[in-house]
Structure formats: structure tokens, C-alpha cells
């Protein structure tokens, strides 16, 4: 797979190639450490309309934008304080097409681990408890055309698939992707990212037919 961004925060200075959209009003590159430290400003979110009616696109996103298939990838630690704080990767076309996965902190401090796809205008939210506390996981996205898959795992051993999931209508299309954080109720939390890499994928081996 040839590179697009291979970033480790090892430098003081932003990647050329990254872009915020909605930046937040605090964020730093721990560059000692290796790592882009983001503070989310309150009541920020991505979700659109199912369940409560709710449309917000104001969520804090660091990406660049590739018309190719990919492979994107995170590594993100943090401790939620607030209900639907949330930090990890997303995958956007447009207000009405994207993708996002994350932990995100439900009530009573349980942590979710989910992919929310928003197709048309509307989300779904697809999610499983995560038991580690504070959460520390590694996250990938690989992009083919219209579909998607969303995993979780530190290598292709211990990889596992949480979602399979496709955005219609986008083929070859560019999208946006990268990283994101939000604090939908309140601020307070850090999301700490020590890896971004996005890598262009080889294409698939045409499939043998049979009689």
C-alpha cells in the first residue's frame, strides 16, 4: 500500500496535508510523547435526525481528503467525563454521508464502543460494550469503493470486524477522512491520538467465476 499520511506527532508542527474542519478551541502536539492532544469544546457532536430529531455538524475533525480506496488508522486513548464523549476516525462526503467509530461513554459509565452511518440524512448507531477503562484502542477504516469496513485490533492477528457498512451512490468520489472528537453535553476530557495513517489500498484480485 503506498502512504498518504504517516503521522506519529513526533514534531512540533501540524502535517501539511491535515485540515480541521471545526477546529476546537484548544488541541496541542505533544511531540516528546508522540501525540495530538485534543480538548473538545462543548456540545459538540456529528448526528443527524433518527431517534431525537437532533441535526449537529459542528464536531472537531482533522483530515485530508483521498479519491481512492484507503486504509485509514488510529491509535486514541482518553477518559470520557461527560455522556457521549467521543474520540476516533471518521469518513465524510458530506452532512448527509459519513461515517464515525468511536467510544463513546453511555449512561451509568458504561463505554460503547460503535460506528455510527449516516446515509441520506439519517445515522444509525451500531454499538457493543467495551469493557477497558480508560479506553485505549486502536481503530482502522478501509475504504472500496461504495462499502466500508470498520475494525478494531492492533495488527491483522488480533483485528476484528465490527462493521461492514457502505455510503451509496459515492464510488471514486473523494471523501474527506480522519480523525474526530467531540463533547456533545459538556467539555472536559482529552483525547489523545498517537498515530494517524492513511494508505492507499491495492486493488482487489478480479473474483473466478463459476459455471
Known amino acids: 500500500m503506498d502512504e498518504i499520511i504517516i503521522e506519529h506527532f513526533k514534531t512540533p508542527v501540524m502535517n501539511e ?12 502536539i505533544d511531540a516528546e510523547r508522540g501525540r495530538l492532544v485534543v480538548f473538545p469544546d462543548d456540545k459538540t457532536d456529528y448526528w443527524q435526525k433518527t431517534g ?15 479519491g481512492r480506496d484507503f486504509s485509514l488508522s488510529t491509535h486514541v486513548t482518553y477518559r470520557p ?30 463505554l460503547m464502543l460503535g460506528t455510527v452511518v449516516t446515509s441520506n440524512g439519517y445515522s444509525d448507531w451500531s454499538t457493543q460494550r467495551y469493557e477497558a477503562d480508560p479506553v485505549d ?6 475504504r472500496r469503493g461504495d ?27 473523494p471523501v474527506q ?14 483525547a489523545s491520538f498517537g498515530s494517524l495513517e492513511i494508505r492507499i489500498m491495492k486493488p482487489r484480485s478480479p473474483s473466478s467465476s463459476t459455471a
Open 17 to 28: 496535508k491535515l485540515a480541521w474542519k471545526n477546529p476546537p478551541n484548544r488541541w496541542e
Open 52 to 66: 431525537c430529531g437532533l441535526s449537529t455538524d459542528n464536531g472537531h475533525f482533522l483530515f485530508t481528503e483521498c
Open 81 to 110: 467525563e461527560n455522556r457521549y464523549d467521543q474520540a476516533g476516525l471518521m469518513v465524510r462526503a458530506s452532512p448527509d454521508f459519513w461515517l464515525k467509530t468511536s467510544v463513546e461513554l453511555e449512561e451509568k459509565g458504561v
Open 177 to 190: 477522512c480522519g480523525l474526530y472528537a467531540c463533547s456533545p453535553v459538556s467539555g472536559g476530557f482529552a
Open 137 to 142: 484502542i486502536h481503530l482502522q477504516v478501509e
Open 147 to 173: 462499502d466500508y469496513t470498520v475494525s478494531t485490533g492492533r495488527n491483522d492477528a488480533e483485528r476484528i470486524q465490527i462493521r461492514l457498512c457502505r455510503l451509496k451512490g459515492l464510488n471514486d468520489a
